[in-house]
């Protein structure tokens, strides 16, 4: 498999920046796989080449990935403006690779929002399968934060988001709140895996039990101090305001031993320091960028406590999976995070440290001032945040389970590039035809719609009007509408009776004409359906299909398709979902003219109403061993 991998700041771990996208690369190499790495230039990374641009990019080869670096100079401390500039810059060079390239996969990884313009035109253009990363929920969070203000841009980013989201063949979010935040787009959960950042457990690790605490390795730091540091950007977003409050609250209680060191740079850094100067705050110290072997060391020979800091904008609660959280508890740090959300559950259930509410700096030196001077507290907390970093976020472990995701991905989704533009012109033509005959169709039908719906209501009671909630197109829920042709009727103790009790002559004459089934036009004029394709069956059977069963909903659920004019519902389901899969692959104007004909034919004999002994379908429990289930 070649994947084709987009992620603007891309470095080695011999960089200062998040290795995440390095790591995911290399495990792909070390699994087989081609990686073509598109990245820019950005001060705070190591791309891992040198030597001049040609043509606007270079490229090499770096520890097995294909490194293509485009000549695009980008900083944090550039303006809005600026950097917006670059980021279109650099997502118009990448579509152009995209369109060209003989990649299988298309992985592109926020922020910002517009690394998924390539693999939205690559999808669409030429049908390669696309992974869709998010790091971030946009435009939530530049809006939460005042960051960008205008209506238009930020209605452009809502439907680039939109599309980014729906034209990924598979989402994969760094925060359970991320997730959340996707599906509530309308993607289907079962697209969408929570894969967080994960901790290094071989560049991080606590020191030996031999070894103790060095804050005099620090520039300007006394031994014998206690020391909690931030690491990674100080940004708008970072909210480090909250640390110098901090610093003032701790010096107004006399503890001058806890030293507080804040390691990056960032936009917001220059003001920091001047306040730390205006104030005469002594017990904060700043360092730059280092390369993550430096940090690794620092953290590991002269740091006490990590923190957790963000500004206060109820957006970051619902999802941030920040690279220095794992960080320390990969080196056996216990964390304070003073902001709600995930990690901070995480650390309270998994006593990693203390979260404090936001804008509180006496909580926050509260916590600070406990774990100085509570030893034992202290390593018992960094015991259980080595452990979970081994148990649960191994940076091996989860590589595994993102590379799963494009592996399958392109399984399922590779055959789509085979004759991409006659489907793509099929699917278009036929999207029309559908609605133009369902338009036409409940024309004509009206009367009869009419009296049936006046019929259920005097035979059944009200509702007229089956609804459920059925799987569509990729997955993605849409309410069926039918009508009604069973009671409610319950027992004594309030429970529905079994199906056969509740189907009614009527509603078995409905049935059988299939006249129960004609509201489903509404569904085909929406967009929802098709005449013709595979029946929209349950949601919770989306979990218990095969991978190869799951391709089902590769096509728009249909009116009628493949299997009910090959047995309907006398068909055993492992039969039924087989049909439907031909059908996927073999789909046609022909084959549906077929099968629309063939269905008026069956419709009229009423041939596989039911299954054997049945009244209606018995329900699907799964049919894949344990090993093959999603």
């Known amino acids: 498999?070649?994947?084709?991998?987009?992620?603007?700041?891309?470095?080695?771990?011999?960089?200062?920046?998040?290795?995440?996208?390095?790591?995911?690369?290399?495990?792909?190499?070390?699994?087989?796989?081609?990686?073509?790495?598109?990245?820019?230039?950005?001060?705070?990374?190591?791309?891992?080449?040198?030597?001049?641009?040609?043509?606007?990019?270079?490229?090499?080869?770096?520890?097995?990935?294909?490194?293509?670096?485009?000549?695009?100079?980008?900083?944090?401390?550039?303006?809005?403006?600026?950097?917006?500039?670059?980021?279109?810059?650099?997502?118009?060079?990448?579509?152009?690779?995209?369109?060209?390239?003989?990649a299988d996969l298309i992985f592109a990884t926020t922020t910002p929002l517009t690394a998924g313009i390539p693999g939205i035109a690559a999808r669409w253009l030429r049908g390669i399968p696309f992974v869709f990363e998010v790091r971030d929920l946009w435009p939530e969070l530049p809006r939460a934060m005042g960051v960008v203000r205008n209506p238009l841009v930020l209605r452009a980013l809502s439907v680039l988001e939109w599309c980014s989201y729906h034209s990924a063949d598979a989402c994969i979010g760094l925060a359970p709140g991320i997730c959340e935040g996707i599906a509530d787009r309308g993607v289907a959960p079962s697209l969408i895996t929570s894969i967080p950042n994960a901790c290094d457990l071989v560049l991080f690790h606590p020191p030996s039990p031999a070894q103790h605490k060095r804050p005099e390795l620090i520039p300007g730091v006394a031994a014998r101090s206690f020391v909690a540091a931030f690491t990674g950007a100080h940004g708008q977003a970072n909210g480090l305001d909250a640390v110098l409050d901090l610093a003032a609250e701790l010096r107004r209680r006399g503890r001058n031993d806890i030293k507080l060191l804040l390691i990056g740079d960032g936009r917001c850094k220059p003001a920091l320091k001047q306040r730390v100067a205006a104030e005469n705050l002594q017990n904060c110290h700043f360092l730059p960028l280092v390369p993550k072997p430096h940090l690794a060391h620092l953290l590991r020979q002269s740091v006490h406590v990590g923190l957790m800091v963000l500004a206060d904008v109820p957006a970051f609660y619902r999802g941030t999976s920040p690279n220095k959280f794992f960080d320390y508890l990969a080196c056996g740090l216990p964390v304070v995070n003073n902001y709600p959300g995930w990690l901070a559950d995480l650390i309270r259930s998994h006593q990693l440290g203390v979260p404090v509410p936001p804008r509180d700096p006496k909580a926050f030196a509260d916590a600070l001032i406990a774990l100085a001077d509570d030893p034992v507290q202290r390593q018992t907390m960094g015991e259980n945040a080595r452990a979970l970093a081994e148990s649960k976020f191994s940076r091996v472990l989860l590589a595994a389970q993102w590379r799963k995701v494009l592996e399958s991905t392109a399984k399922r989704y590779g055959r789509r590039r085979i004759g991409f533009v006659r489907r793509t012109a099929y699917r278009l033509l036929k999207g029309a035809a559908d609605r133009l005959a369902a338009l036409l169709a409940l024309l004509l039908l009206s009367p009869l719609l009419l009296v049936v719906a006046v019929l259920v209501r005097w035979r059944l009671g009200a509702p007229v009007l089956f609804r459920q909630q059925r799987p569509g197109y990729v997955e993605r829920p849409f309410e069926l509408l039918k009508f009604r042709t069973m009671t409610n009727a319950r027992d004594a103790s309030g429970a529905l009776l079994t199906d056969a009790e509740r189907l009614t002559p009527f509603g078995r004459w409905l049935r059988a004409t299939s006249i129960d089934e004609l509201p489903e036009l509404i569904n085909i004029l929406r967009g929802e359906m098709s005449f013709v394709g595979p029946r929209p069956l349950l949601m919770q059977y989306l979990p218990l299909y095969s991978p190869v069963q799951a391709r089902r909903h590769d096509v728009k659920p249909g009116f009628s398709g493949w299997a009910q004019i090959n047995g309907r519902n006398a068909l055993p389901w492992e039969e039924k979902f087989r049909l439907d899969v031909w059908y996927v692959d073999h789909q046609s104007f022909w084959l549906d003219l077929r099968i629309f004909l063939i269905t008026l034919w069956k419709v009229i004999r009423r041939d596989g109403i039911s299954a054997a002994g049945e009244a209606t379908m018995a329900p699907f429990t799964g049919s894949a061993p344990a090993s093959e289930a999603r």
């Open 1 to 102: 498999m070649k994947v084709l991998y987009y992620h603007q700041y891309f470095s080695t771990p011999a960089g200062p920046a998040g290795t995440r996208s390095y790591a995911l690369a290399h495990s792909l190499v070390e699994a087989g796989h081609q990686v073509q790495m598109v990245c820019l230039q950005d001060a705070r990374t190591h791309t891992g080449l040198s030597g001049p641009f040609t043509a606007g990019c270079r490229s090499g080869l770096v520890d097995g990935i294909e490194v293509i670096e485009f000549d695009l100079p980008y900083s944090n401390h550039a303006g809005l403006l600026d950097r917006a500039l670059v980021f279109l810059r650099y997502s118009w060079q990448s579509l152009r690779l995209a369109l060209r390239s003989d």
